[in-house]
């Protein structure tokens, strides 16, 4: 299993809570429905990992004896707990084929430092020294603000704390109003310790069907190829047809509304 840990660093106080009901009636985060839709699968309740699940389930087995009477402790058995609920989920099947899949995107959100997330974080540390270098990567995700320029030093923040819980991002991308500029590129690649190409600018697009086109003009398909070395996946020629055939459609779909002129007015 190929595991792409994406860490997404949230820089306000304020928590905005969208729910939504995934095909099994569970409330889950909305980012779980909006996955289906862009990825055409199909998600469950349990690929939404939360830290009442977690302790719960750790609490249960403790009352059932499982830990054998040992003092039950965040490391090893919460971060334990969240290793084996991403092993499991990961390996259900989530399209038509009803095969087991080969890569897992894993969305851990919060701030590094904070108390909430340190247990998700110390077992994601675990996890890819489990999975070895050539099947994990992280793609880490932070803030560029414009304050009369662009500033690089949150973003130099952000991996200076990621690192030192023992996390270290093969990709950075950056969230920002306009497309970073080589100087910033440059920047943040020298004091974050990447090559520039491996610094990804998400800047504001008309809509968000663009981004992987975005993503795609810079690269990140070939990166993932290279460091993830999916060439020596097997994969079917029917597979890769509708793969082709996917990205064409979705393509011309971007393309059909960068020329839509006119707008309408719909009452609901």
Not at 39 to 56: A, D, P, V, W
Not at 65 to 89: F, M, N, S
Not at 160 to 177: F, M, N, Q
Not at 228 to 252: E, F, M, V, Y
């Amino acid at each position: 299993m190929i595991w792409v840990s994406i860490l997404q660093e949230q820089y306000t106080a304020r928590m905005n809570i969208i729910t939504q009901v995934s095909s099994q009636k569970g409330i889950t985060d909305s980012k779980i429905t909006i996955s289906e839709r862009y990825l055409n699968i199909t998600l469950t309740r349990e690929n939404n990992i939360t830290t009442g699940k977690i302790y719960k389930q750790v609490i249960e087995r403790e009352r059932q004896g499982d830990y054998l009477g040992k003092t039950v402790q965040v490391v090893p058995h919460i971060t334990g707990a969240i290793q084996d609920w991403i092993e499991r989920v990961a390996r259900v099947p989530v399209d038509e084929t009803n095969e087991e899949p080969d890569l897992c995107i894993i969305e851990l959100g919060g701030t590094v430092g904070d108390i909430e997330s340190a247990p998700f974080i110390e077992a994601l540390r675990q996890l890819k020294r489990k999975a070895k270098k050539e099947n994990f990567l992280q793609i880490h995700v932070s803030l560029v603000p414009v304050v009369g320029e662009q500033k690089t030093k949150p973003t130099q923040q952000a991996i200076k704390d990621v690192r030192s819980a023992g996390l270290s991002p093969d990709l950075i991308a950056c969230r920002c109003e306009q497309p970073l500029e080589k100087s910033t590129t440059e920047k943040i690649a020298f004091h974050c310790e990447v090559e520039p190409d491996q610094v990804l600018a998400v800047h504001n697009v008309s809509s968000t069907y663009h981004v992987p086109l975005l993503l795609e003009q810079q690269g990140l398909k070939n990166q993932l190829r290279d460091i993830l070395r999916l060439d020596k996946l097997t994969q079917s020629p029917s597979l890769i047809k509708k793969g082709n055939q996917i990205w064409h459609a979705w393509t011309s779909l971007t393309s059909s509304q960068d020329h839509a002129y006119q707008s309408v007015t719909i009452a609901l």
